[in-house]
Nanobody
C-alpha cells in the first residue's frame, strides 16, 4: 500500500505562486511515476504534470513555462512549483503515483494511487 498526502494549497492572487508537496508513505521499494492532476468544478480530472523515476517530465500545455515538477526519492516527495497563477488554475489538485514496486524483485503494480486532494484557488 502507498499513502499520498498533499500539502501547500491555498488562496493566491493572479500572478502569484504556490508550491504543492506530496509525501508518499507505506511499504514499497520504488515508484515509477509521480504526478499531479487537477479537477475543477464540472470538469474532468486532468494531468497537470508528471515525472518518472529517471527524471522525464510531462506537462499540460497550459502550464508549460509556469509550473515545474520535481521529485526527491530519498525523501519520498514530489513537488509542484506553480508560478504566474491564473484564475483558470483554480481546482483541487491531486497527487498520483503509479508503477509501484513493493520489493526490488517485484513487478510494477498496475494500480493508481491518489492523495486526498488540496484546493488551489486563484483570485482575479
Amino acid at each position: 500500500q502507498v499513502q499520498l498526502v498533499e500539502s501547500g494549497g491555498g488562496l493566491v492572487q493572479t500572478g502569484g505562486s504556490l508550491r504543492l508537496s506530496c509525501l508518499a508513505s507505506g511499504s514499497f521499494f520504488s515508484i515509477n511515476a509521480m504526478g499531479w492532476y487537477r479537477q475543477a468544478p464540472g470538469k474532468q480530472r486532468e494531468l497537470v504534470a508528471d515525472i518518472t523515476s529517471n527524471g522525464n517530465t510531462n506537462y499540460l500545455d497550459s502550464v508549460k513555462g509556469r509550473f515545474t515538477i520535481s521529485r526527491n526519492d530519498a525523501k519520498k516527495t514530489v513537488l509542484l512549483q506553480m508560478s504566474s497563477l491564473k484564475p483558470e488554475d483554480t481546482a483541487v489538485y491531486y497527487c498520483n503515483a503509479r508503477g509501484v514496486r513493493r520489493t526490488s524483485w517485484a513487478t510494477r503494480d498496475s494500480r493508481d494511487y491518489w492523495g486526498q486532494g488540496t484546493q488551489v484557488t486563484v483570485s482575479s
